[in-house]
């Protein structure tokens, strides 16, 4: 690749955008809305079962999953797509997974623990605290008043 100096600074032609790339901008738009419009449903779908006053909790905890996932594939696409982290080398991309794998795990096993320390906790405390009777001082007579 040739490249031209103008008063010391380097520049590098810069490429139109050709089809590859506007197919490739078109297919990510197009993945994203559709995994956008998925996650919209499925909120509504909540929604919609949180009016019904029996409705099943598993469901609700399945579907959040859903969306949970279905937001973590978007991450993914998005990072790799507009960070260009889908074109680099693997140990590049290793420098940054890995890491915020470790920092996910570290929050989710803190909260495993304070949840665990809080049930044990809860679970050796004295149900009914020992209530103390008043007991009625009587008068001093003839101290100060």
């Known amino acids: 690749m040739e490249h031209q100096t103008f008063g010391g ?5 810069h490429e139109a955008p050709g089809d590859d790339s506007i197919k490739r901008i078109r297919k990510t738009t197009i993945i994203l809305s559709v995994l956008t419009l998925i996650e919209l449903g499925l909120g509504l779908a909540i929604y919609m079962m ?8 598993s469901l609700v905890h399945l579907i959040k999953g859903v969306v949970i996932i279905l937001s ?3 991450a993914f696409f998005i990072v790799s797509i507009f960070m260009h982290l889908g074109d680099e080398i693997r140990n590049m991309i290793m ?3 890995v890491p915020l794998c470790l920092f996910i795990w570290f929050i989710i096993a803190f909260l495993w623990d304070g949840v665990s320390w809080k049930d044990l906790r809860n679970e050796y405390a004295p149900k009914d605290p020992v209530k103390h009777e008043q007991v009625e001082q009587p008068a001093h007579e003839g101290g100060l008043k």
């Open 95 to 97: 420098t940054i997974v």
């Open 72 to 74: 973590l594939g978007k």
């Open 9 to 13: 600074e380097v520049t590098f032609p």
């Open 50 to 57: 949180h009016k019904n006053p029996d409705y099943s909790h």
